[in-house]
């Protein structure tokens, strides 16, 4: 980070802690619907004394690259962003950065700007949204990819085939593959 960047904080941004990435904090689970018993309306009411896992080593990819544009910050764009993930397929073993909307669906908009950032930085999405039936949410993920062509059809083949995918941790980083570990 070059001497005229400042660190970004959460401020009040909660997304993270909204139960849409399922997660457990206290023995609480965390889903769509579920969210954290700390948040408050000016952001986490324990945040000094957050549990370590999963709070303090969570990696916001907003927070962590200084290069995302501020439009991207998760209360902002509805969308959650991880980076460091591996797309590990036989067609494409690519880095990869995994979004999960904040609600149902991620915003038209939002993903506009994500399609001009994934050509600016020559990186790859695979976007997580939310489905339900009525008002409650299944636990099913709709995914698909944003970035170069190749990568967008991979995801869009897999997808449309029906394959599961399986978001793991290996060696410190996600791994997004067909393979349940």
């Known amino acids: 980070m070059s001497s005229n960047q400042t660190p970004r904080s959460c401020g009040e941004c909660t997304a993270c802690c909204n139960g849409w990435l ?5 023995g609480c689970d965390l889903s769509p ?13 324990i945040y000094s004394v957050r549990p370590e896992d999963p709070c303090a080593i969570f990696s916001c990819g907003w927070l962590l690259n200084l290069s995302m544009p501020d439009r991207l910050q998760p ?7 991880k980076p460091g993930a591996i797309w590990e397929r036989p067609s494409l ?17 939002t993903i506009q700007w994500m399609r001009a950032y994934a050509r600016e930085e020559n990186c790859q999405f695979i976007c997580h949204e939310h489905v339900r039936e009525g008002k409650t949410y299944t ?11 190749e990568f967008e ?26 393979k349940k570990s």
């Open 75 to 81: 209360n902002i764009a509805k969308v959650i962003i």
């Open 153 to 178: 059809q991979d995801v869009a083949n897999w997808s449309a085939a029906g394959h599961a995918f399986y978001v793991t941790h290996s060696k410190s980083k996600l791994i997004v593959s067909d």
């Open 22 to 26: 399922r997660t457990t904090i206290d």
């Open 33 to 45: 619907g579920n969210p954290c018993k700390h948040i408050t309306p000016k952001g986490c009411g």
């Open 139 to 149: 636990g099913v993920l709709k995914r698909f990819g944003i970035g170069s062509p």
């Open 93 to 109: 073993n690519i880095p990869v950065h995994v979004a999960t909307a904040v609600g149902p669906r991620i915003p038209g908009k």
